[in-house]
């Protein structure tokens, strides 16, 4: 069995004609969390439809598991895909939308089978008084939750989620990334994030994604030590070190401000 | 609970098939009905031989255009896109009618079908087709392209059946086609409609999983394992296919496609799996009560049920507009 | 089923000429009968609960005797008077095979127009209620539509009888306007509000009555729609305009714009008809025969002014 649960090799992508992603070598390892950060507009999503198989690359390959060329039922039951802002087109429960997450690659016709699931998605998740509500009248951080909910259940052993918990307030925030944290060893993820400071805190791994390339992929201390992340978003950061780690703040642009 | 729902539906469905029979332009009460279905008189036998069939005839095409109405709503993800709005009734319609008027070494039984799932299904092709050349993606500017196929579609039908116009029975039939009428059909004519009926909502309700991924969203339902183009084109052939077969026995009946998947969502929720059953149900038992009405409401003569379910259909479609739209 | 082309009718000999071209065997029943669609019919025993649709067949069988034998009529039907009241199985949207078998039909004699035989035939077929189509496409052929109705309503002595009273009335009017040319005439059968007129279709029955009371139609060539306009009766400069209606219809010619430099109409020379005994092809005819004649030669007629 390869450390890896997937790798990505030489991925070029485009999108309307534009190069998005360009020879971008990334691999994930399993019980990891990794974190994907970057300035907007760097590929990241593009980077895990790919990986998820949603978006063909244009050149490069993708190695789920340590086997080339999979079929789509197997990439389905390999990778399951959290797109961003994700909500249901018609009115389901959460109950209804987390059985439906079970039933990853099936046949195309006929009702799929549930896969075996070993934990309750919505227990975790803290959604048990909302699981007979229809998903579109949640708040959008129960909305949020419950996307959570739905991706998990398939019971994957990779999750790649677009920006999860952008509508979380901090508490929920948190909580969602320990879940994913503390699920690691049975699901490793791949997880856009804007806020670095919870990158720092629960990744095992940050891939830093700009203009189309993955330009550094390292563990939090590592990339809290050097320039990368200031270069990356044009920023100078405060380090500042707080019990066992370390917080970025922005600092205005210097020199300019004349100070 | 699922179970109580389509329990439910069943007992709706004998309660239709029940009123269907009861009304017409001489209408019975339940008891006489009974009565009047064990006699051997002219009445009993026109109760037995022609209005049951009528009736059945009628159930099994709302069936059809409840199911193909939630397979085209899945598909484009709204509850607006509806058979006849989206061309294809009204291609199955061109179809039949150049089934019906040119001489074909076909028989009508075979030639009717064919013809009017090829204009059902190419009626779609080209309005997705020009949907997709226009560069328009949501579903008003599908729905606009829809108009504009059918009125060049209805014109073309106009031209042939000017062209074509004879003192023959062809031109009636077509005329109570376009109006939207239940053709009642002989008991052996019914059992093939009823098979082919059969057929093609068992391959419909196959499709649920699918529809269920759909609504997911595209990304979500690729990466989930749905092969996108192939599902979706499946889906569109076997809805047209549902339409024409539909068109063959009722005309062009409007509205139902999109009326009763939005009663089945309501009632039984967005699930394919149970919404799916559910529209065949209330669609065969809504036809079986409309048809019945349009017997019955101006006696002694009927009324085309089409224009039953466009009086009825086109407020609805305004309120699931407004309903949408406030989204 | 054939198009009302495929009976062709020919010259006036041919109006007066033989009767009964179908097969009609009136001894016993069942009796079996070919009728106007080619569809061989049987009827089982003597129709007791008759459903005649449309004024012409109502009217042939009122008058071979049987109108208390009539369960059902056409909504549209008022003549004889003593049938008006008869439940209506249709009306001008269409046709109810419910109410025939309601009615307990056992006959039900029927014209395809306004889309009658095809509403019905499937029905009817199905429930086992015989079903006999006429076609009335010469006077002739009318003459013989009473011959065959007779036979299958067990009326054929009263059949003879009206048929040789016609064609006796309708050869008197022959006699009397002998030798007189044709009177050219523009006979309309209809118009609207919306200005549209309709004139006689050549060959028809009402074509036919027309000749046989010394007049001709100025619109010999119509085929298909008979829809004519102003220009076209002021070119063709007929004699005379015959309306099939009352004053009403009278007035709106003279008030049509245009219509009053038509000579005839300037002159004075439009009479009217009524629809009822040009427009259904019934027992009626020869009186409207005699009617018109009287109007289009009065000098071969002096006692009737």
Partial sequence: MSEDIASLEGIAAHLGGRTVLDDVRLAVRRGELLAVVGPNGAGKSTLLKVLAGVTPPLRGSVTLAGEGHRDRAAWARTVAYLPQAFAPYWRLTVRELVALGRRRGGPLYGFASPSPAGFDPIAALGLEPFAERVVQDLSGGERARAALAWALAGGTPLLAADEPIAALDPAQQIRSLELLRNLRDRVASVVVLHDLNLALRYADRIAVIAEGRCIACAPPDELVVGDILDRVFGLCFARVSWNSGTLLAPLPSSGTTGL | MTFVRILCAAGLLGAALGAGLCLGSEPLSPGDLVAALGGDDVFARLLRDWRLPRVLAAGLIGALLGVSGTMFQGVFRNPLAEPFLLGSAPGAALGATVAILLPLPLPPLVALPAFAFCGAFGATLLVLGLARALGVREIAGLLLAGVAVSAFLAATRSFLMLSLSDETIGLQVVLSWTMGGVQTPFWSELAGFAALAAVGLALAFGCAHGLDLLGLGEDAAVNMGLDLRRFTLGVLTLASALVALAVTWGGTIGFIGLIVPYLARLWGGARHSISMPLAAMIGAATMMLLDGVARAALPPAEIPVGLLTALLGAPFFLVILAKWSRR | ?305
Avoid: C, K
């Fill in chain 3, 1 to 305: 089923m054939i198009s009302r082309r495929a009976v062709i009718s020919g010259g006036i000999a041919s109006v007066l000429g033989a009767v009964a071209p179908w097969p009609a065997r009136a001894s016993g029943w069942p009796r079996r009968i070919v009728d106007a669609l080619g569809r061989e019919v049987e009827i089982p025993r003597r129709p007791e609960r008759i459903v005649p649709v449309f004024s012409s067949n109502t009217e042939i069988v009122a008058a071979l005797g049987a109108a208390d034998r009539i369960v059902g009529i056409d909504g549209l039907t008022h003549w004889p008077p003593e049938i008006a009241d008869r439940p209506a199985i249709g009306n001008r949207l269409g046709f109810s095979a419910d109410r025939i078998a309601r009615l307990g039909a056992d006959l039900v004699i029927l014209t395809p127009a306004r889309h009658a035989a095809s509403l019905l035939l499937r029905p009817l077929a199905t429930i086992g209620v015989p079903a006999v189509v006429m076609t009335h496409a010469t006077v002739s052929e009318v003459l013989g539509n009473i011959v065959r109705i007779g036979a299958i309503i067990d009326a054929e002595p009263a059949a003879g009888a009206l048929v040789r009273d016609l064609r006796r009335r309708l050869d008197g009017v022959a006699t009397r306007r002998s030798g007189r040319s044709p009177m050219r005439t523009y006979f309309e059968t209809g118009a609207n509000a919306r200005g549209q007129s309709f004139s006689v279709r050549p060959g028809g029955y009402t074509d036919d009555m027309l000749r046989l009371a010394g007049g001709v139609s100025v619109f010999p060539e119509l085929s298909g729609l008979t829809q004519v306009g102003g220009e076209a009766v002021a070119r063709a400069e007929p004699e005379i305009v015959v309306v099939a209606g009352g004053p009403r219809e009278a007035a709106m010619i003279r008030a049509r714009p245009g219509w009053d430099t038509i000579p005839a109409v300037a002159r004075g020379r439009v009479i009217t008809v009524p629809r009822g005994l040009f427009l259904i092809p019934g027992p009626r005819i020869a009186e409207g025969v005699e009617l018109l004649a009287r109007a289009l030669h009065p000098s071969a007629f002096p006692e009737a002014a």
